[in-house]
C-alpha cells in the first residue's frame, strides 16, 4: 500500500478470504463507498497443490476449487450488480496454461483453471448485453524468484533439467518476464478492448502452439519399439 501511495496512486487494502463469500461482499462494499462503483476485476487469487490425484485428500481438492475457482466465481458475482447498473465493466480471470493442458501432480489446479476459462466464456454471455467484458490472461512460465531455483545451473555446470525442459518448450527459448504480462493486462482493463469478450489470451512465448524439441530428455526405454527408420532425421522441426 505504501508503494502506491508513494507513487501517488489512492490505493486501499484489506485481507478478504476470496472463498468467504460475506468477506468478500463486505470488501466489495467498502470499495464501493470509498470510490463509488467498481469498473474493473482483476481475479488474481490462486493456490497450486503438486500432489499425485490418488493420494490427494477431498479436502486438498476442495481447496483448490474453492480458491481457484469458486474465488472468481463470489468476486464476480458481489461486483457484477455494480457494472451492471452503469452498464460498464471489465473483469480478468487469472487462467493459465493448465487450462488447456494437463501435466502430473496438478489435477486440481488444472480442473479449476479448465473451469475458469469456461467462467469467463459464461460470464461473458450471460452479462455481454451490458457491456461488460470478461477475458483472461494465461501466463506460462515465469522468471519469479520463486522459479528462479529452476534456473540454476547443475553443481557440474550444466542446466537445470526443468529449465532445459522449458526452453525446449518455448520457441522464443526463455521464460517469460512479469513484464511480459504487464500490456495484456492493460489492454483488457483499456476500452481498447471493448469488443473483446470470452478469450483467453495466453502469455506463453509460444508453448501452446508448439511441439517442443529435444526428445533427449525422454525415457526412451518405456516407448514401444517402431522399428528403425531407413531415413536419418537430422532435424524434424
Ligand atoms: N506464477 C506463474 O507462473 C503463474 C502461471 C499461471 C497462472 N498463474 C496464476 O496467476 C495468479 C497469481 O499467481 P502468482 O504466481 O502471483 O502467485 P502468488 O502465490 O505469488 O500469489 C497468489 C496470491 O493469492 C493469494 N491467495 C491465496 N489464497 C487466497 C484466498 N483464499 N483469498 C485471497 N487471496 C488468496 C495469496 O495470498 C497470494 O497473494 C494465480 O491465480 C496463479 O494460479 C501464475
Given at each position: 500500500?505504501?508503494?502506491?501511495?508513494?507513487?501517488?496512486?489512492?490505493?486501499?487494502?484489506?485481507?478478504?478470504?476470496?472463498t468467504k463469500?460475506?468477506?468478500?461482499k463486505?470488501?466489495?462494499?467498502?470499495?464501493?463507498?470509498?470510490?463509488?462503483?467498481?469498473?474493473?476485476?482483476?481475479?488474481?487469487?490462486?493456490?497450486?497443490?503438486?500432489?499425485?490425484?490418488?493420494?490427494?485428500t477431498?479436502?486438498?481438492?476442495?481447496?483448490?476449487?474453492?480458491?481457484?475457482?469458486?474465488?472468481?466465481?463470489?468476486?464476480?458475482?458481489?461486483?457484477?450488480?455494480?457494472?451492471?447498473?452503469?452498464?460498464?465493466?471489465?473483469?480478468?480471470?487469472?487462467?493459465?496454461?493448465?487450462?488447456?493442458?494437463?501435466?502430473?501432480?496438478?489435477?486440481?489446479?488444472?480442473?479449476?483453471?479448465?473451469?475458469?476459462?469456461?467462467?469467463?466464456?459464461?460470464?461473458?454471455?450471460?452479462?455481454?448485453?451490458?457491456?461488460?467484458?470478461?477475458n483472461?490472461?494465461?501466463?506460462?512460465?515465469?522468471?519469479?524468484?520463486?522459479?528462479?531455483?529452476?534456473?540454476?545451473?547443475?553443481?557440474?555446470?550444466?542446466?537445470?533439467?526443468?529449465?532445459?525442459?522449458?526452453?525446449?518448450?518455448?520457441?522464443?527459448?526463455?521464460?517469460?518476464?512479469?513484464?511480459?504480462?504487464k500490456?495484456?493486462?492493460?489492454?483488457?482493463?483499456?476500452?481498447?478492448?471493448?469488443?473483446?469478450?470470452?478469450?483467453?489470451v495466453?502469455?506463453?512465448?509460444?508453448?501452446?502452439?508448439?511441439?517442443?524439441?529435444?526428445?533427449?530428455?525422454?525415457?526412451?526405454?518405456?516407448?514401444?519399439?517402431?522399428?528403425?527408420?531407413?531415413?536419418?532425421?537430422?532435424?524434424?522441426?
Amino acid at each position: 500500500m505504501e508503494e502506491y501511495k508513494a507513487a501517488g496512486v489512492e490505493a486501499y487494502g484489506a485481507i478478504v478470504d476470496v472463498t468467504k463469500e460475506e468477506e468478500v461482499k463486505k470488501f466489495v462494499a467498502d470499495v464501493k463507498e470509498k470510490f463509488g462503483p467498481i469498473t474493473i476485476l482483476f481475479n488474481n487469487a490462486g493456490i497450486i497443490k503438486r500432489i499425485p490425484m490418488i493420494e490427494m485428500t477431498k479436502a486438498q481438492w476442495d481447496q483448490v476449487i474453492s480458491v481457484d475457482l469458486t474465488g472468481p466465481f463470489l468476486c464476480s458475482k458481489a461486483v457484477l450488480p455494480q457494472m451492471i447498473e452503469r452498464k460498464a465493466g471489465k473483469i480478468i480471470n487469472a487462467c493459465s496454461m493448465m487450462s488447456e493442458l494437463g501435466r502430473e501432480t496438478v489435477s486440481a489446479y488444472a480442473a479449476a483453471k479448465g473451469g475458469l476459462k469456461m467462467l469467463t466464456k459464461n460470464i461473458c454471455s450471460e452479462y455481454g448485453q451490458y457491456n461488460i467484458q470478461c477475458n483472461a490472461i494465461g501466463p506460462g512460465y515465469i522468471a519469479t524468484p520463486q522459479t528462479a531455483p529452476l534456473r540454476k545451473k547443475q553443481p557440474d555446470g550444466s542446466m537445470h533439467p526443468f529449465d532445459r525442459f522449458i526452453r525446449s518448450k518455448t520457441p522464443a527459448q526463455r521464460w517469460g518476464e512479469t513484464d511480459d504480462l504487464k500490456g495484456l493486462a492493460v489492454f483488457l482493463a483499456s476500452p481498447a478492448s471493448d469488443f473483446i469478450n470470452g478469450q483467453v489470451v495466453y502469455i506463453d512465448g509460444g508453448i501452446l502452439a508448439y511441439i517442443g524439441q529435444d526428445p533427449s530428455q525422454l525415457d526412451e526405454s518405456k516407448f514401444r519399439d517402431e522399428g528403425t527408420s531407413e531415413d536419418v532425421v537430422v532435424n524434424d522441426k
